[in-house]
């Protein structure tokens, strides 16, 4: 069973993650020398209660990006409607290269027919380059400007 850590190590580290301060400011503002501060840092209850709250963070800023992630999506499909060739361009490749496990999973194809009927060979190990994304982004958008016209 780990032991308690005082209410000046807690208010410390609840400080330290506030973000408002500093490191030597938090220590300073609760009286806490450099010396005492590395010798919590030596201490098993201390590094776990710390790297418990680091984990903790690391946990809500991914549940924050995750609960914007389909917004950020929809906001680079609406970019590729502009007027505008180069964000049309670069909403694209922001779209081809975003995060892969942001990306919808392709399922395997179950049968070698299937594979032939798709016309493809391991379309699970498909990729592409910058280049060839910026050719076919050129021809969709000269495509999308004849349609225009």
Not at 27 to 36: A, E, G, M, P
Not at 96 to 116: A, F, M
């Amino acid at each position: 069973m780990s032991k308690q850590l005082t209410k000046r190590q807690l208010a410390v580290i609840e400080d330290i993650f506030s973000g408002e301060l500093g490191e030597q400011a938090v220590l300073d503002k609760h009286k806490v020398s450099k010396k005492l501060y590395n010798k919590w840092q030596s201490d098993v209850n201390f590094i776990e209660h710390f790297d418990g709250r680091i984990a903790a963070a690391y946990r809500q800023s991914t549940a924050l990006i995750a609960s914007y992630a389909s917004l950020a999506a929809a906001k680079l499909i609406a970019l590729t409607n502009t007027d505008k060739p180069e964000v049309v361009r670069r909403a694209c490749l922001d779209i081809i290269q975003s995060d892969p496990s942001l990306r919808p999973q392709v399922p395997k194809p179950r049968t070698q027919d299937t594979k032939q009927d798709l016309g493809v060979c391991g379309l699970e190990s498909f990729s592409i380059t910058e280049q060839t994304a910026g050719k076919l982004l050129a021809v969709l958008a000269e495509e999308k400007t004849i349609n225009k016209l």
